[in-house]
């Protein structure tokens, strides 16, 4: 086995660990993307950028032509290509909320990686990766301890049927004096004289989904709740 050959089986072998970290972080929260797609996206990553650069200097010089090729020219590529598999997680689901974006990006990370070990920056890649994972995991948690309260709160959509229209001003109150704010608020009239009162409220990141039901249905006036976390 050549120098050459066990170089790229080592880049391979360092791309895949790296990979392999990502790939875990995004399985570990049940992402559609997980361990495997990020091994081979990485992998496929490095691979390709071994290939352009040794390829580059691979062609053989001949006095008559200029012939001049870009290392990175297939790496290049990489970059948009990868952007197909990110659109495929972004999602937006029925609450007009937007999902994927995360694991989107870390694809593209994960590409990132695979490139620049492929190119021979092994520590720039795992200080990368380092950094991504901080990212990802740790900073959120220290801003949900110390950081803006708007950081700190989660939203809630809240559906409620209310017999008495009378009652929704002090339902509205009521749910301020627990904590609940309130950013959004439609109110429909149903056949039956019903009151349809949809909200999207914020509540802290801590408090369970289900103390807010708790609390709502308890509220004087409400005959059902429909509660949906976003």
Partial sequence: MSELE???????????????IIGLERE?????????????????SCLLTI???????MVPTRPDINITMDPLRLAAQIIS???????????????DSISGLTTAALIWGAAGIGI???????????????FLIISVEIVPYIVSLIGPRKLREKEIKLQLHIKD?????????????????????????????????QLRVTVNQKRLTTDVYYTVSK????????IESL
């Fill in 6 to 20: 066990i170089e790229m089986l080592i880049k391979l072998g360092i791309t895949a660990f790296l990979g392999l």
């Fill in 28 to 44: 570990l929260k049940r992402k559609p993307v997980g361990l495997k797609t990020c091994l081979v996206i990485s992998i496929v």
């Fill in 81 to 95: 290509g990868i952007g197909f598999l990110g659109a495929g997680v972004i999602l937006r689901r029925g609450n």
């Fill in 116 to 130: 620049a070990v492929g190119a021979g920056f092994y520590f720039e890649a795992a200080a990368g990766v380092a």
């Fill in 51 to 57: 290939v352009s650069i040794e390829s580059a200097y």
């Fill in 219 to 226: 509220l004087e006036g409400v005959r059902t709740v429909e």
């Fill in 165 to 197: 229209k009378d009652k929704i001003v002090t339902i509205i109150t009521a749910l301020n004096e627990e904590k609940i704010s309130i950013k959004n608020i439609r109110i429909k009239d149903l056949e039956n004289d019903d009151h349809l009162v």
